[in-house]
């Protein structure tokens, strides 16, 4: 299942785990997150609360439902060696489990199960947001609650506590596959208004909509589906599952921290390295085809004040708001990159002087105009007018590699600094006779 890992504090457990209530990171959350965040844990133990006093208790219910939980421990377990990234949803595939456990026993099981689970995760993870781990779960205890409710309010000419055969084994399929896709859909619901409120200008669509998620999400639909059907047919054949969904996880894990490698982890931006490979590649394209291509160089005005006045966690958020107005006014045209400090690269395919200049007048207008709130930390609520100086460099034919036009947008750039900054010099290309 999706839980929220982002980047921030992190709090060690020794002791007291829920260590001194004041000391929640909760409370440093702005107002609306701050409800929203521990209403959804009420809510969860609510609708708990009351599923307890409507369960009737089996003991073969309690050991189906402890064996399905220490199978989920083991997939956690061996996968511990590699690290879970930040600053992204991460599918920990612990659906495969809940959903089994919604199909073949009572609601109040499927509400009960992320808390062994959570609290097992709690003490085998040396590093916790403990606010985020609560509500994470809670979500989708009450997701996959949901899922167990619809799934036992089917009629049993369509479900029924076993899949049985021909026709009706295709229907009980279906309503699992349904039910599996209403708890996805009602966590995701969860964590994205959470993502909302936290960070209004977050590029959903990049965390749940891109080829990536949807064929994580398609993969753990259909395992969790294939799951329900081991456990319906006969529970102890759920260990022949085990090592598959070992594999999987740890498949996607490994998928998700090759992609994270490539990120800029204070900006979301690509990183210096990525951005060298991908703009080489463009490079070479565009002197093939005789194509257009400008690249820019974008260098924060005295922001080594922003750090001695305020700190290097305000700085970063810095960073962060500059590099969001960058992506905001690019639309996705330009491949931009944090090329080291405060300096941001752009490389612009099919792109000339006029356009260019053009895109970094009003980046530099846009950037001047809009001051930057710092959020969190010790310095909340200063504010900072930032300005940026900005070089550019036009690709011609006496150019032959990327490093000659990252020193060409270099000289331009310190033009700029040098000639009064939050301005924008130009490096044109060399016209060449015929």
């Not at 209530?21 to 609306?32: A, F, K, M, N, Y």
Request: overall charge positive; proline content about 4%.
């Amino acid at each position: 299942m999706i839980s929220i890992h982002r980047p921030g504090a992190v709090i060690r457990f020794a002791g007291n785990p829920l260590g001194s209530l004041r000391s929640w990171q909760v409370w440093d959350l702005r107002g609306p997150l701050r409800c929203y965040v521990l209403a959804v844990p009420v809510v969860y133990a609510a609708a708990f609360a009351f599923a307890a006093t409507t369960t009737a208790w089996q003991l073969r219910h309690v050991l189906v439902f402890a064996a399905l939980l220490a199978c989920g421990m083991a997939v956690t377990e061996a996968n511990r060696s590699v690290h879970e990234p930040q600053g992204t949803l991460a599918r920990d595939l612990q659906s495969v489990w809940y959903l089994a456990i919604a199909v073949a026993l009572p609601p109040w099981y499927a509400l009960a199960a992320p808390i062994p689970l959570a609290v097992h995760k709690l003490c085998r993870t040396r590093r916790m947001l403990i606010y985020r781990r609560v509500f994470s779960h809670a979500a989708i205890g009450l997701a996959y609650g949901l899922a167990s409710v619809t799934f036992h309010s089917l009629p049993a000419s369509v479900v029924g506590t076993s899949p049985g055969t021909s026709r009706h084994a295709l229907y009980w399929v279906l309503a699992v596959a349904a039910c599996g896709m209403i708890a996805t859909l009602v966590n995701y619901g969860f964590i994205l208004v959470a993502i909302r409120l936290s960070d209004p200008d977050a590029r959903i669509r990049d965390l749940v909509g891109s080829r990536e998620s949807l064929t994580s999400d398609v993969l753990e639909l259909s395992l969790a589906v294939a799951l329900a059907l081991v456990v319906a047919i006969n529970p102890v054949l759920m260990a022949l599952a085990l090592p598959t969904v070992v594999l999987c996880r740890r498949y996607l894990m490994q998928a998700q921290l090759l992609a994270q490698a490539r990120i800029d982890a204070k900006t979301g931006l690509l990183n210096a390295g990525t951005w060298q490979r991908e703009a080489a590649a463009e490079f070479y394209r565009a002197r093939r085809s005789d194509a257009p291509l400008a690249l820019v160089m974008v260098n924060i005005d005295h922001f080594n004040s922003v750090n001695e006045t305020a700190g290097l966690a305000a700085g970063d958020q810095v960073l962060q708001g500059i590099a969001r107005t960058v992506t905001q006014n690019l639309q996705g045209s330009g491949l931009v990159g944090r090329f080291g400090g405060e300096q941001f690269a752009i490389l612009l395919p099919q792109t000339g002087e006029t356009e260019a200049r053009r895109m970094a007048e009003r980046l530099r207008d846009h950037i001047a105009g809009e001051p930057i709130a710092i959020e969190d930390g010790n310095h909340a609520g200063f504010v900072f007018r930032l300005t940026v100086s900005i070089g550019i460099a036009i690709l011609d034919r006496s150019r032959r590699a990327l490093a000659e036009l990252i020193g060409a947008a270099d000289k331009a750039l310190s033009e700029a600094k040098t000639t009064g900054r939050n301005k924008v010099c130009v490096v044109p290309g060399m016209v060449e006779p015929e």
